[in-house]
């Protein structure tokens, strides 16, 4: 069974920068596309960030011009930059990976735990 590990988050003051990071617990055959989302406390969870296998990116409006999604191919790992970080970014930032077992498999979706990120002064 493979899971999501994800690294990066923590405490940081408006206008601060963190760098979260999501990778496989082992070999993948392939991943068709993996994202970032967020969820604070009684709110649904929201997509901020997704990239596709090809290197297509997309962002929501709320993070446009201060994150940016990438990913490393060798190393199948996503990264999420964040920039210019406000208060209203706190929340519990979770990994979304689809994840091939074989070539004529689906994609299945797989989670990370989640990394909690605060902006505060």
């Known amino acids: 069974q493979v899971s999501l590990v994800e690294s990066g988050g923590g405490l940081v003051q408006p206008g601060g920068s963190l760098r979260l990071s999501c990778a496989p617990s082992r070999s993948v055959f392939s991943i068709d596309a993996m994202g970032w989302y967020r969820q604070v406390p009684g709110k649904q969870r929201e997509l901020v960030a997704r990239?596709?296998?090809?290197?297509?990116?997309k962002h929501a409006d709320f993070v446009k011009g201060r994150f940016t999604i990438s990913k490393d191919n060798a190393t199948m790992t996503v990264y999420l930059q964040m920039n210019s970080l406000k208060p209203e970014d706190t929340a519990v930032y979770y990994c979304?990976?689809?994840?091939?077992?074989?070539?004529?498999?689906?994609?299945?979706?797989?989670w990370g735990q989640g990394t909690q990120v605060t902006v505060s002064s």
């Open positions: 990239i596709t296998r090809a290197g297509i990116t």
């Open positions: 979304n990976a689809e994840i091939k077992s074989g070539y004529w498999a689906p994609a299945t979706g797989y």
